[in-house]
C-alpha cells in the first residue's frame, strides 16, 4: 500500500525522546544519537529549510517534539527540516495503513497496524461501532473491500 504523509506533524511530536543531538558540527549539519539503540546518524538541515528551523516555537507547545520538526506558519503544514538526510527510523515510518477523510477532505480516521482503529471523529465512530465492528473476516483484502465500501457509502474517502 503507498503511504502518502499528511504533513500533521504527530509522527514526531514524541520522537525528541528518541533522536537527542549528540553534536552540533556548525553549517546546520549535527550528530543525532538514537536513545534505543544507540546508533548516531548524521542530518544535514535541507537547504530550503534554514529558515524554518531556525523558529524555536515548537518547543513551547511540542516540547517533545524531534529536535528538527517545524510547522510552517503560511500553511501549518509539518516539515522535517532533515528531510533529505534523515535517519533509517523516519525513513521506514509510515502512520498509516488506511486514511479515511471525511467530505471537506479532512482526516475523520485512520488503521494503523493491522486493524486498530483510530478516530475523533463522532459520525465514523458511530459509523465503525455498528457496520464495521461487527465484521467477522479474517481475509484481510476483502476486509479492506468490505470496510472501505461501507465508509464510501457512508460519506468517507479511503485512501490507502
Not at 116 to 137: G, M
Request: with cysteine; glycine share 6%.
Amino acid at each position: 500500500m503507498v503511504f502518502e504523509c499528511q504533513q500533521c506533524g504527530e509522527c514526531c511530536h514524541h520522537m525528541g525522546q528518541i533522536h537527542k543531538i549528540k553534536e552540533s558540527r556548525g553549517d546546520f549539519e549535527f550528530l543525532v544519537n538514537n536513545q534505543y539503540t544507540g546508533e548516531k546518524t548524521g542530518v544535514i538541515v535541507d537547504s530550503d529549510k534554514h529558515n524554518l528551523f531556525a523558529d524555536k516555537s515548537i518547543f513551547l507547545d511540542q516540547p517533545e517534539a524531534c529536535p528538527f520538526l517545524r510547522y510552517h506558519p503560511a500553511d501549518r503544514k509539518a516539515y522535517c527540516t532533515v528531510h533529505l538526510t534523515r535517519p533509517e527510523i523516519c525513513r521506514d515510518f509510515g502512520c498509516w495503513r488506511l486514511l479515511f477523510l471525511n467530505s471537506q477532505g479532512t482526516r475523520a480516521g485512520r488503521i494503523m497496524y493491522q486493524r486498530a482503529f483510530f478516530s475523533d471523529d463522532a459520525d465514523l465512530t458511530r459509523l465503525w461501532k455498528t457496520c464495521i465492528d461487527p465484521l467477522n473476516e479474517p481475509d484481510d483484502e476483502l476486509w479492506e473491500e468490505k470496510i472501505t465500501s461501507i465508509l464510501v457509502n457512508g460519506g468517507y474517502t479511503v485512501r490507502k
